[in-house]
């Protein structure tokens, strides 16, 4: 399964889930990201990479490459490699096996069914047999994970999941547009009002007492009511650390769908393009 090139479009909590399952069945993903990516969960995503270099994520190390052909010497190292390529440039240079478009933002950004010999895609914004071969439901509920390959997923309703009865309150939203910065840190215990950082001056704050599980990069540029930081209620600061089984869910739908398509030209030995460049 070496020989097979995933490239994973997005590095955030689901897109890492994907990358941190396969990585562990044996394929090789690599990643993209934009320049400042606003991921929440960082310590459970790849994306972390691009503010400091490196991250590991339960045992998987990835690191940021300052080029294309750094891409190729990380893998051999078993390293995730993780590339700055807001343009989505890169799938017409690696040529991989499989494309996942994980940047869930609920629509679709540039994929297409022919960019890889399998493409699958994330969430809504897509439609199983025209954007992506597969389409893997995102929202919670009986149907996360559900591999999709006729139609679409359900349609985001914006509404958080529930968490101790809290769905809204959990979340913590830039009240303004401008510049965040920190005085908290993911893993924290907050109280109900605390001030977790500040936009221009103006404060940030939470609305229920929990563990701080996630917040937006300080520098980062965020607009108005963007979710830029999320409270668990649960009060488990081992949750910031480990992936969430909605990542777990979704990866598995994402090993499914590739098996179904890859399994047999691997056998065959029949893989195209990105086998040459993991040699």
């Given at each position: 399964m070496k020989?097979?090139l995933?490239?994973?479009k997005g590095?955030g909590?689901l897109?890492?889930g994907?990358?941190?399952?396969?990585?562990k069945?044996?394929f090789?993903?690599v990643?993209?990201?934009?320049h400042?990516?606003?991921?929440?969960?960082?310590?459970?995503?790849?994306a972390?990479?691009?503010?400091?270099?490196?991250?590991?994520?339960?045992?998987?190390?990835a690191?940021?490459?300052?080029?294309i052909?750094?891409?190729?010497?990380l893998?051999?190292?078993?390293?995730?490699p993780?590339?700055?390529?807001p343009r989505?440039?890169?799938?017409?240079?690696?040529?991989p096996?499989?494309?996942v478009?994980?940047?869930?933002?609920?629509?679709?950004?540039?994929t297409k069914?022919?960019d890889?010999?399998?493409?699958?895609?994330?969430?809504p914004?897509f439609?199983?047999?025209v954007?992506?071969?597969?389409v893997?439901?995102?929202?919670?509920?009986?149907?996360?994970?559900?591999?999709?390959?006729?139609?679409?997923p359900?349609?985001?309703?914006?509404?958080p999941h529930p968490?101790?009865?809290y769905?809204?309150q959990?979340?913590?939203?830039?009240?303004q547009?401008?510049?965040?910065?920190?005085?908290?840190?993911?893993?924290?215990?907050?109280e109900?009002g605390?001030?977790i950082?500040?936009?221009?001056?103006?404060?940030?704050?939470?609305?229920?007492?929990?563990?701080?599980?996630?917040?937006?990069?300080?520098?980062?540029?965020v607009k108005?009511?963007?979710?830029?930081?999320?409270v668990?209620?649960?009060?488990?600061?081992?949750?910031?650390?480990?992936?969430?089984?909605?990542?777990?869910?979704v990866?598995?739908?994402?090993?499914e769908?590739m098996?179904?398509r890859?399994?047999?030209?691997?056998?065959?030995k029949k893989v195209?393009?990105?086998?040459g460049?993991?040699n």
């Amino acid at each position: 399964m070496k020989n097979v090139l995933v490239l994973i479009k997005g590095a955030g909590d689901l897109a890492s889930g994907v990358a941190h399952r396969l990585y562990k069945c044996g394929f090789t993903p690599v990643m993209t990201e934009l320049h400042k990516p606003l991921v929440v969960r960082r310590k459970v995503s790849f994306a972390e990479a691009v503010y400091t270099g490196e991250t590991i994520v339960e045992g998987i190390r990835a690191v940021l490459c300052s080029s294309i052909s750094d891409i190729s010497s990380l893998l051999e190292k078993g390293i995730i490699p993780v590339f700055i390529d807001p343009r989505g440039e890169l799938v017409h240079i690696l040529k991989p096996d499989v494309l996942v478009d994980a940047v869930m933002a609920k629509r679709n950004t540039g994929t297409k069914i022919t960019d890889a010999h399998v493409v699958i895609a994330l969430g809504p914004g897509f439609i199983a047999g025209v954007d992506a071969y597969a389409v893997i439901e995102t929202k919670r509920g009986h149907e996360l994970g559900r591999v999709i390959l006729d139609g679409t997923p359900q349609k985001d309703t914006g509404e958080p999941h529930p968490v101790e009865g809290y769905t809204y309150q959990r979340l913590i939203k830039a009240p303004q547009e401008g510049i965040f910065g920190s005085c908290c840190s993911i893993g924290e215990i907050v109280e109900n009002g605390q001030i977790i950082g500040y936009i221009e001056g103006n404060q940030v704050q939470t609305q229920i007492k929990g563990v701080l599980r996630g917040l937006v990069a300080d520098g980062c540029i965020v607009k108005k009511g963007m979710k830029i930081g999320d409270v668990d209620p649960r009060c488990k600061p081992e949750y910031c650390c480990t992936i969430s089984d909605k990542a777990r869910a979704v990866a598995g739908g994402v090993l499914e769908a590739m098996l179904d398509r890859v399994l047999d030209r691997v056998l065959s030995k029949k893989v195209p393009g990105g086998a040459g460049f993991v040699n």
